[in-house]
Each structure stands twice: as C-alpha cells, then as structure tokens.
C-alpha cells in the first residue's frame, strides 16, 4: 500500500499553437490551440511519488480549468495517499460535491476485484438502469478468461482508428498524401471531418472512399454542425459512401434529436456516434435509454474521473453498445488508451465494431506517449496515467510567458 501525504499542488497553462497549421480544425472551431490546464501533485512518499494530471481545452478555455484546480486543491492538498487508496469513492465524491499509482492504470483496474471496482463508483442517479448488484454481475462475468484477452491486448493491442488525415482545413493534396501514408502504415480505419459545406463533403468523402476502398472503415465528423433534420438530410447526400458512423450531428445535448436521427439512419446502415461532450453519467445514461447512439464516444478528461468513466462503460455493456472512445487533443490518446484496454480485458470482452481514436498530433511532448503498432494502441508498461509532459515542453508552451509564446507574439503572429 502507498503511505505518504499530498504536500503540493501546481497547475499550468500549456498551449500549443495548433491553429497555425489548421490542424483539428473542424466546422464549428476553425482556429483551435490544442492545450491544457496541466497539474502536478508532489509528495512526501519515501520514492518522491508524484502525481500528473490534465485537462483539454482549444485554448482560452485553460484559464477558467485553471480557475477550477486551484478552487478545489484544498480538497487534494494535505490528504494521506493511503486515506484515498482505500475509499476512492469518498474521495471522489468530495471532489465531485463541494460545493493516482505504481503501475499502469489499466493493469490496476485489471487487477482489482470487481468488489473494489464497484465500490469506486458512485451509483447516484443511475440505479434505474444500473446497480450496484448489476455492476457486480457485469464484472464477476468479466473475470471469465481476463488473463486470454490481457495477453492478447499484450501481443496486438487495441484497435485504433485515424482522424489525423482529413481535418477541414487541409486541402485534397494534403488529405491524399496523409491517407496515403496511413495506408502504408497499416490503417485500416479513417474519419473524415464534414458539415461545412455539402459539394466539399461530396468531393472529399468520394476522394478518401477511392483511396481506401470499400473495405476498410470510414466514419463522418460533424462537430455539432446541423440541426436534427438538417442532419438527416446532409447525411443522406452522403450515404453513397458508405459512412459506419456520423459523429456529433447536433448539439451534444439534444439526447432526443439523436434519437430522431439514429432512427432515420438506422435504414441507410448508419449508426450514430457522441459522446465526447457529454460531461456525466446522467447523460450517458439518458443517451442509452433513448436509444439516441449505436457507438458510444467517451472523453476520459471530459467525464471528470476514472470513476465517472468506470460507471459509464459498465453501462455501455448493459445496453450491449459498443465504446469507441474520443482522443484527440493534448494527452487524450495517452489517456483513454488505459480506460478501452481495461474495458476490453475485464467489461466488454469484446473487439467487434470496437475501436479507439488516434489524433497524431503533439505525443512528442510526453513522457509517456502512446505506442500505436498496425494501427493499434500497444497497453502502456510505464507507471501511471501516462499524463507526465516533458519539463522542457511545459516550460516552453506555458501560456503566455514561454519561449515559443513569447517569441509568436514577439513575431506579431498571435496577439493576446
Ligand atoms: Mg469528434
């Protein structure tokens, strides 16, 4: 058992200068600074522990996270690392209500019993579609041949698909040459970006469809572009393509108008994909009772904790969907990639219409970064969250004193 005490807390504002390159760009966020609100907890652990933790954001957004970290540091700063340890769900509840590990997270959920698992999450709210008792079935269950699928994630790892090849800001030339290559490197599943003008979807959908064939996987982006009907009608004009999914069609909180368009693209073979947005489980839940989305989209920074996450993808095999989890965005790879392992070895058990995003953008400013090999996430051996940045990259991107900042707005290429 860990024994030591939380003695500091400190929170950065990391930006990288993402918008200069048009990359994630999408129709709703045209200039996106991908950056973080970046904390580092210290200890006084006979090994120095020290926790990493972050949050994503398109930029602005990292003042009011960091706003939020110092507000609740109280509750964090001060605390025996074993007190957490044994009740993660008080902890968590106080985190959650007022007003991390020697190993890697995915082996330590792994690892746990499905008692200790449930007793991590809070069940308030959920227990009309899932309780304690059922969790505890799920899991026991999950337990049944973990050790077969811990060794194949070990050997091949967990699918992944690419959304680096088509954001909306690239031009056709950039597109082909980036789906090109993710060809040669083994992708087998591709994500373009739409919603801003219907002839370019038509033009880009048909250019990529021709590049992969029809036998591998294309999926739609929208980002929240359309309203419901809107919606139905766009994706018809591109239902020739073949898409497996259209993401984000609408607002991300319209739970009804997803179900509205789910059933009208239910014929065309189309299923509905969200959830990257969606902050709780009370929303996730709603989601799967309404039937709104056949692929569910979980944010693991987006819902807040592991816990939060737990509760959700225990949902999800309640109501038999498939998770395919959002990763774009500063560290999201690095930390998802614990979660959808977990989910494989000891929830769902299963691969089938399952796979995870892979954004290649800005994994060279981590400790840790993820291992993509045949276009799949290799488990992490590395202790931890894998959140650790680079000391140089946090020094360099810290907004708006670091070097790379100081010398944009030097060059009178940003202002502040
Ligand atoms: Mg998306």
Redesign the pocket.
């Known amino acids: 058992m860990v024994k030591g005490k939380i003695t500091s807390l400190a929170v950065k504002d990391v930006r990288f200068p993402t918008s200069l390159g048009h990359h994630g760009s999408d129709a709703m966020h045209t200039d996106p600074d991908y950056s973080a609100a970046y904390v580092v907890i210290e200890t006084d652990a006979d090994d120095a522990l020290k926790g990493y933790g972050l949050t994503f954001t398109l930029g602005k957004g990292t003042e009011i996270v960091v706003c939020a970290v110092n507000a609740l540091s109280h509750l964090v700063v001060g605390r025996n690392l074993e007190d957490i340890v044994t009740n993660f769900r008080d902890f968590y509840r106080q985190l959650t209500s007022d007003g991390q590990l020697r190993w890697p997270l995915w082996k330590l959920l792994v690892d746990m019993t499905p008692e200790q698992l449930v007793s991590c999450i809070d069940f308030r709210y959920i227990t009309d579609v899932l309780t304690e008792a059922q969790a505890l079935e799920i899991l026991q269950n999950g337990k049944q041949r973990q050790e077969t699928r811990e060794e194949r994630m070990l050997k091949s790892g967990y699918p992944a698909y690419t959304t680096s090849c088509a954001w909306l800001g690239y031009s056709d030339e950039q597109l082909q040459k980036l789906c090109a290559d993710a060809l040669q490197d083994g992708w087998t599943r591709f994500k373009v970006k739409v919603g801003a003008d219907l002839q370019d979807d038509i033009r880009r959908c048909k250019l990529i469809r021709d590049m992969i064939g029809h036998d591998n996987k294309l999926m739609l982006?929208a980002?929240q572009r359309w309203d419901v009907n809107e919606a139905i009608s766009w994706v018809q004009e591109l239902a020739a393509f073949k898409p497996l999914w259209i993401?984000?069609p609408t607002s991300p909180d319209d739970i009804l108008g997803h179900g509205t368009i789910s059933k009208a693209l239910a014929p065309l073979g189309i299923g509905v994909a969200t959830g990257?947005q969606c902050h709780n489980r009370v929303m996730f839940k709603q989601f799967l009772q309404a039937r709104a989305l056949q692929y569910l989209?979980i944010d693991s920074c987006r819902l807040g904790s592991v816990n939060e996450n737990l509760s959700v993808l225990l949902m999800a095999k309640k109501f038999n969907i498939p998770v395919c989890p959002?990763a774009?965005g500063v560290g999201l790879c690095e930390l998802v990639q614990h979660l959808i392992i977990f989910d494989y070895i000891s929830v769902s058990g299963e691969l089938d219409n399952r796979m995870c995003e892979y954004v290649d953008h800005l994994h060279e400013h981590f400790k840790y970064p993820v291992t993509i090999h045949n276009a799949a996430y290799m488990p992490p051996m590395d202790p931890g969250y894998s959140t650790e940045m680079k000391e140089d990259s946090v020094l360099s991107y810290q907004f708006p004193g670091g070097s790379v900042w100081q010398q944009l707005i030097h060059d009178k290429r940003v202002e502040i």
Do not use: L, R, V, W
Request: proline content about 0%.
């Open positions: 982006d980002n993401e984000e990257e989209q959002h774009g």
